[in-house]
Every structure is written in C-alpha cells, then in structure tokens.
C-alpha cells in the first residue's frame, strides 16, 4: 500500500515531518509534506515539502542546493506525523547553522542563546 | 522575556514540539503544546502537552506514569517549532515502543514494519 494511504493528513492535506540527522540523530528541522511532496520525496530521493508561504511542493535546498538525502522514512503510531532520517547537505537552516534548533533557552536568563557557530553565510547563499 | 513570548502560535493557539531521547537524540514523538502547557513544562520540569482529544492541557504520561523529565528546550529559527530533549521514563509511545516512530517504511515491500520490540504491554498499562 502506497505510505501515503497509510496515513493522516490533516484539514489542509498536510502532515508534519521531523527531519532529522542519520548520524547523529539531532533534529535538524520540522517540514510540512502534502500527498505530492511525500510522493515526491520517496520518487527521488530528496525531501521535498509543501512550502505554505509559496503554495507549492518544493525540493528542500532548492534554493541554496541544501539538500536532504532520505536514509530512512519512519511513520508515528497513529501515522499523524513522520520522522525523516537523512544525510544533510552543508546545513538545514536558513540561518546558517546545521540545525533550525541551535537556540537554546536559558532558564536563568530567561532567553534564547545561539548554540554553535554558523556553517555558512546566509548572505551569499540566498 | 518569558519564552513563550518569543514563539509563534498557531490559528489554534497551540505550537508543535520535537520530543527526543536527550541521550540518544532519537526523536520519540510530536507533541502540541498551548501557552499554558508550555509554562507548565517549563515550571514542573515535566512535558506537558495539550491534548486535542481532550480540550485541555496534560501531563506528558499522565496515565502511563511514563513521564518526560526536560532537559533541553530548543526553539527553532523562525520560532514557530520547539525541540525538547528529555529523559524518558519507560516509554513515550502508547503503543508500548520506546519511541513513536518504531515503523519503518520499506520501500520494497511498500508496507511499514515494527522495529525492535514493545517495552511494556500496553494492555496492563491503560
């Protein structure tokens, strides 16, 4: 059975992917995939995602050329989300670090500290 | 300035949540959290989540007893996602997995496979 059958998308055809790293296991990003991106993405190889700002399926790094490599699909108990293990090119943030989650709250400070240094420049990238 | 204030929720009033194993860094489920969960998490030290099915917000293994102790909140780069690491008591996964993304979709055989085996029975539990 095609995984897409196998699962729940939600009242906007969507449902939420966790990216995450095939080494490390870290989290690099959470994405969102229609019926078409998940096609998609196990037709090729890469995450593709639906893009709300755009209205559209897109290949993730389209842009930048950051692409992810599927190592591994993994669906949830009730197959209302996914987890997407993958080998990532250069970085999954826009911002420039590996991971979207490089900000880490600080209890004492009552703030969100930056982790690590970025990978690359998001000015030359984008 | 609280963290909640530097986050993005949603038409719903709820934001989604990377749960994952602070050791093995193994994402174990997606959870949504509302304002008022996410300061209850913050202030117990214990996720709390809000729970659709039942209107309100709940202790993460509040009938299992498989409670998850916070020991890192990371906000993503546009603040519209969080990934908390924690440590696991038992299990996350209702179904009796340690973590909800025990399937793994096999390309091959199109179909999705239980990896590893149950921790607890899931019967004796709920």
């Known amino acids: 059975m095609p995984l897409a059958d ?5 009242e906007k055809g ?3 992917a966790i990216i995450f790293d095939a080494g490390t296991r870290e989290p690099l990003t959470l994405c969102y995939l229609d019926r ?3 096609e998609r993405t196990l037709a090729t ?3 593709h995602v639906f893009r709300r700002s755009h209205g559209r399926v897109m290949l993730k790094g389209e842009t930048s050329g950051h692409t992810q490599r599927v190592v591994d699909v993994f669906a949830d108990c009730e197959g209302n989300s996914l987890a997407i293990a993958v080998e990532q090119k250069v970085a999954a943030c826009h911002a420039g670090y590996y991971t979207c ?3 880490r709250y600080d209890r004492a400070k009552d703030a969100l500290e930056a982790q690590g240094t970025p990978i ?7």
Chains 1, 2 share one sequence.
Do not use: N, T
Not at 6 to 10: K, V
């Open 14 to 16: 969507l449902i939420p």
């Open 36 to 38: 078409a991106a998940l």
């Open 45 to 47: 190889g890469l995450v």
């Open 101 to 103: 989650y490089y900000r």
């Open 120 to 126: 690359f420049d998001p000015s030359k990238v984008y």
């Open 6 to 10: 196998m699962l729940h998308f939600d």
